[in-house]
């Protein structure tokens, strides 16, 4: 650690002085793990010196973290900047060694890490195919019906995309479709009004295909969905009212989910690419009429309930009976039609004629 107290005690005998100096630091009192701890302060030692703030993690005792040399501008204030990345949450403090300082310095700080990770759910993939376009899609615990805000860095750690607010549903779900230029890895960082989230790493593979314009406005809809049982045996059928353009279908997950939709020139697509670890997903030119859906599980041992969101459309519903374009390939269970009791007395009441006849 670089001292100056030498420096300073030098300073002090050679002008009279008998106070010492004084140093006050500011630092935020909470911070979300991940963004940069931000650490300023002013003082009255001579610019062009140098002086240490040290980062601590505070549990039983103190254990240093790291500690930044800072340069004092000319005029008598310092900023230092700490990565809290890799840190885990809890207490910690930052501090100017006392030794040469006032009493009446203000120099320790106590900062509260915290770790809002698990309050947001990604959806989409993390590995996209290059096609121009990134999505993005998600829920945030504790944010329906309000917004999220997303940042986007690209490969060459440029911004891309936002800060930008997209809004939630009244199930905290939220997408958004973002243009992009070229493969590699993208930041995706995440704050809604409580602040700092987080960040998710998107990895987009491929080469370029084709031309594209970046933009820094996304294209979103509202998500709405619906839920029903589901098995191999008896699969949940929906009915989606779509509007005009992309329409994007998908599951929930856990469960290897199969989609089938039916198209407005009636034909059944099937899609089932996605496993049991990711959301089954669809997606469909909508023509502002409805479309009728099919969930099943791909193993037959399965057997749960199936959510199932829609962007862009007008509304989906559980249907209460099974679509005619499904109703061909529908299980079906095999009934007796019990026979009348009239035919078997109409036989024997011809065959009691024919006989009487014979005999005469």
Do not use: C
């Amino acid at each position: 650690m670089k001292k100056f107290v030498l420096f300073v005690m030098g300073l002090v005998f050679l002008s009279g002085i008998a106070s010492a100096y004084q140093v006050n630091i500011d630092a935020p009192v909470s911070l979300s793990i991940g963004k940069p701890l931000i650490v300023t302060g002013t003082t009255t030692l001579p610019s062009g010196i140098y002086i240490d703030v040290v980062l601590y993690y505070q549990l039983t005792t103190s254990t240093e973290v790291k500690s930044n040399v800072v340069y004092i501008k000319s005029d008598r204030t310092f900023t230092t900047v700490f990565d809290t990345s890799n840190l885990k949450k809890g207490t910690y403090k930052v501090e100017v060694p006392a030794q040469g300082l006032g009493s009446s310095s203000e120099n320790i700080r106590i900062i509260q890490l915290i770790d809002r990770a698990d309050e947001i759910y990604i959806s989409s993939l993390t590995r996209q195919s290059f096609n121009g376009k990134m999505y993005i899609a998600g829920s945030i615990k504790g944010g329906e019906n309000s917004g999220i805000q997303i940042e986007v860095v690209g490969p060459q750690n440029t911004v891309v995309f936002g800060p930008t607010y997209v809004n939630t549903n009244n199930a905290g779900l939220f997408s958004a479709d973002i243009t992009i230029t070229e493969p590699g890895d993208y930041e995706v960082s995440f704050t809604d009004a409580k602040g700092y989230i987080g960040t998710r790493t998107i990895s987009i593979t491929g080469e370029p295909t084709m031309s594209v314009t970046p933009i820094t406005t996304a294209t979103t809809y509202p998500v709405f969905s619906a839920h029903a049982k589901a098995s191999r045996d008896s699969p949940a059928y929906f009915s989606v009212r779509t509007l005009f353009g992309p329409v994007v279908l998908h599951t929930s997950s856990s469960i290897d989910w199969v989609i089938e939709y039916v198209d407005d020139k009636g034909v059944i697509h099937m899609v089932n690419k996605q496993g049991a670890l990711n959301p089954e997903r669809a997606e469909f030119q909508g023509r502002g009429k409805t479309v009728y859906v099919k969930v099943y599980p791909y193993k037959y041992a399965d057997r749960s309930e199936v959510f199932l969101y829609a962007e862009n459309v007008n509304s989906i519903a559980v249907s209460p009976t099974i679509p005619e374009a499904f109703a061909a390939t529908a299980p079906q269970t095999p009934t007796e039609t019990p026979q009348s009791p009239v035919f078997p007395l109409v036989g024997f009441v011809a065959v009691s004629i024919a006989v009487l006849l014979s005999r005469k």
